[in-house]
């Protein structure tokens, strides 16, 4: 009696435990890859984000149209800057194998970036030229987007930050 009892003990954790793996393997099966995040780091202040909606191509080349509601985008995740002080942009390695870029209030980068991280200076990022007069001038906040670059051409993905400068 007392051996029936052990084999049936036996047997309810074998066939739970291979319950419990199956269960493991249809779950990882159903994940996907994760979503690449950007993060904005001012002093000791740091927003992480994923990318905006609608501006994810998911590794292709973002049509000409989802490129311009892209960039005209507003919003994201918001930090606070203080004038002088440096704004680091960090993006995971997967993007930097491809190449991105920032944006600011205009142009911020020259040529695009292989690296993890750069920084800049916050001054810079808040600078708007006036294309027809020629002036330059800061604005309060702005909207700060990074973008991944599709074998260097087009953008594959955008993330959005809202730099709001403190007075």
């Not at 990882?28 to 994923?50: F, W």
């Not at 000409?64 to 390695?93: L, M």
Request: include cysteine; glycine fraction near 10%; charge should be positive.
């Amino acid at each position: 009696m007392t051996a029936a009892l052990i084999s049936w003990g036996k047997g309810r954790r074998a066939a739970a435990a291979i319950g419990a793996v199956s269960l493991g393997l249809v779950t990882l099966s159903a994940c996907e890859k994760p979503t690449a995040l950007a993060t904005v780091t001012v002093g000791s202040s740091t927003v992480t984000a994923e990318a905006t909606p609608g501006c994810d191509g998911n590794g292709k080349e973002l049509s000409r149209k989802a490129v311009a509601a892209c960039i005209t985008k507003k919003g994201g995740k918001t930090i606070t800057v203080h004038p002088g002080e440096k704004v680091r942009v960090g993006v995971d390695p997967d993007v930097a194998k491809s190449g991105w870029i920032v944006i600011g209030a205009g142009p911020v980068m020259r040529e695009p970036s292989k690296q993890t991280y750069r920084s800049f200076d916050a001054d810079a990022l808040f600078m708007q030229q006036n294309p027809q007069t020629g002036q330059t001038t800061y604005t309060k906040d702005v909207t700060l987007q990074v973008a991944e670059l599709h074998e260097g051409d087009g953008p594959t993905t955008m993330w959005h930050f809202t730099l709001k400068q403190k007075d």
